[in-house]
C-alpha cells in the first residue's frame, strides 16, 4: 500500500503572527485524503479574541472584523484537537507543511484556553504518525538554491503540485499532503519507515538542518539578514519548547 493511497489528514492554521508560543489560530483546516474515498474538508474560522496584525491580516485575508464572526476559540480548538486525535488514533498520518509551526501553535492554544493537550489525547498510543514535507525536503532534496524557495509554493512546484488559492488553510493543507504523496513516490526510503522510525528521523533531520542555519546566521549572515554571532535557531519538532523560540525555518 502507497503513501498516496492511505486515509491520512492534512493540517494548516493561519494565525495571528510568527511565533507559535504567542500566536492565536485565526482560521484552521483538516483535509482527509485517500483511501479510495472522497477528499473531505473541514474548516474553522475563529475569533482569537486579540487584534489581527496588520501584516497577518495581509497574509491570509482576515482582519479583526471578520474574525468577529468566528467561534469562539475554546469550542473551535478542541474541535480540531479532538478531530486529529481521533485521526492519529485509528492509525491515520497527520501531514503538515512545517509541521512543528502547526502543532505547536496548536499546543499553546490548547493551553491557554484551559483544554486537554494533543498528549493527553494521544495518550497510550506510542508516538504518532506525524508528517512534515518541510522537513523531508530539506533532507532529501539538500541543494534547492535561491532565497525563499523552501517555502510552501515554490516547494509544491518542485513536487509539480498546482492549487490556485494559496494562503488559504484549505488549500495549504491539501498542498502538504500532495507534497508529501510526491515525496513518498519519489523516495523510497520513507516508505520503508514505520511511523517510529520516521518520527525519530524527522526529530534529528530537523534538528541538524536548524543548526546548520543557526551556524550561517552566526557565521555569514549580514546584519540585515538577521546575521549575528549569538544568534539561536531552535531544532526542535514537533513541539517548540516557549523558552527556546526564535529563528526563522
Known amino acids: 500500500m502507497t503513501f498516496a493511497s492511505i486515509r491520512k489528514i492534512g493540517f494548516d492554521t493561519e494565525t495571528t503572527g510568527p511565533d507559535p508560543t504567542e500566536a492565536r489560530i485565526v482560521t484552521a483546516a483538516l ?3 485517500g483511501g479510495g474515498r472522497d477528499d473531505t474538508v473541514m474548516s474553522w474560522l475563529i475569533n482569537p479574541g486579540i487584534p ?3 501584516e497577518a491580516a495581509e497574509i491570509h485575508g482576515i482582519n479583526d472584523a471578520k474574525a468577529a464572526e468566528g467561534a469562539d476559540p475554546k469550542e473551535a480548538l478542541d474541535d480540531i484537537a479532538e478531530r486529529l486525535a481521533a485521526g492519529l488514533r485509528y492509525g491515520m498520518p497527520v501531514v503538515a507543511f512545517n509541521l512543528s509551526f502547526d502543532w505547536s501553535v496548536l499546543a499553546y492554544d490548547l493551553a491557554r484556553n484551559g483544554l486537554p493537550s494533543m498528549a493527553d489525547r494521544l495518550a497510550g498510543i506510542g508516538v504518532p504518525a506525524l508528517v512534515d514535507p518541510h522537513v523531508i525536503d530539506k533532507q532529501m532534496n539538500r541543494y534547492v538554491k535561491g532565497s ?3 517555502k510552501l509554493k ?3 512546484e518542485r513536487y509539480s503540485v498546482e492549487l490556485k488559492d ?5 488549500a495549504d493543507a491539501l498542498a502538504a499532503l500532495l507534497i508529501a504523496e510526491a515525496q513518498f513516490a519519489h523516495f523510497a526510503r520513507l516508505g520503508h519507515m514505520g511511523p517510529t522510525e520516521l518520527f525519530s528521523a524527522q526529530q534529528r533531520w530537523r534538528a541538524e538542518q536548524q543548526a546548520g542555519l543557526q551556524e550561517w546566521f552566526r557565521t555569514k549572515a549580514t546584519a540585515e539578514q ?3 554571532p549569538d544568534k539561536v535557531i531552535d531544532g526542535s519538532w514537533p513541539l517548540v519548547p516557549a523558552q527556546r523560540t ?3 525555518s
Do not use: D
Open 31 to 33: 483535509v482527509v485524503r
Open 52 to 54: 489581527i496584525p496588520a
Open 148 to 150: 525563499g524557495m523552501r
Open 154 to 156: 515554490p516547494t509544491a
Open 166 to 170: 494559496w494562503h488559504t488553510a484549505e
Open 226 to 228: 538577521g546575521g549575528a
Open 246 to 248: 526564535g529563528g526563522a
